[in-house]
């Protein structure tokens, strides 16, 4: 079984701030992870990914993600928010290996204030 | 390039109505998904195609949902006898095929109201 958490529903942050959104996963094996943003009434658009490699995952829009597998854990961050990254973000996970369907979590309300 | 499209983009249907929701994915792409996401409850997946495949039929939440297919590409969503529960932003998504890391494309969603 995999499962995602993401411990808080909303996120406040003043524009400029660093900003981080909090995912665990839970999976058997080694994962691959995905953070996706969702602006209102759009659909989800993917940011960034973790396959492999370097635990530092740059992506768009100056979004980044660290992996940690020992706190099993794809936090992601950004130095100097923007109101325009107020949305909802979701992270996601699959194994790595074999057959799997993509799970996400619930989902985090980023509001970044002027 | 074009993106996945769905249609209608919302849909109001009287309790005990079928309705009937379309995905066109993304060219050359030979998986496609279907997710329902409500309030306060993330994503929630209902049915996988990959290829000429048996469907990934796990995620849907009753018998009144099926899903087809048509030549590899156009998706048709359909749940009969709708309930109010049933309420949801319906998304598609599509991707290359496996291996697991190809990134899923989403489109813009139906917004489902039954009333």
């Known amino acids: 079984a995999q499962s995602v958490a993401q411990p808080e529903d909303q996120v406040n942050v003043a524009e400029g701030n660093p900003l981080t959104v909090k995912c665990t996963y839970s999976v058997s094996g080694n994962p691959y992870l995905f953070w996706y943003v969702q602006y209102p009434n759009r659909g989800l658009q993917f940011l960034l990914k973790y396959i492999t490699g370097d635990n530092l995952v740059k992506g768009s829009y100056g979004f980044e993600a660290e992996f940690n597998k020992s706190q099993t854990s794809f936090h992601l961050k950004k130095p100097s928010a923007l109101v325009s990254d107020s949305a909802l973000y979701f992270c996601a996970v699959r194994m790595n290996s074999g057959y799997s369907t993509l799970t996400f979590g619930k989902g985090t309300m980023l509001l970044v204030s002027p | 390039g074009a993106g996945v499209s769905q249609s209608p983009s919302n849909k109001v249907t009287e309790k005990g109505k079928d309705v009937e929701l379309r995905c066109d994915p993304i060219?050359?792409?030979?998986?496609l998904y279907w997710y329902r996401q409500s309030l306060g409850q993330g994503l929630e997946f209902l049915i996988y195609f990959q290829g000429n495949s048996a469907p990934d039929k796990s995620g849907l939440p009753s018998d009144r949902f099926s899903a087809e297919r048509t030549g590899g590409s156009v998706s048709t969503l359909t749940i009969q006898r709708t309930q109010q529960e049933d309420s949801a932003v319906y998304l598609c998504?599509?991707?290359?095929?496996?291996?697991?890391?190809?990134?899923?494309?989403f489109g813009p969603g139906t917004r489902l109201t039954v009333t």
């Open positions: 998504a599509s991707s290359f095929r496996l291996p697991p890391d190809y990134e899923q494309y």
């Open positions: 060219s050359g792409h030979t998986a």
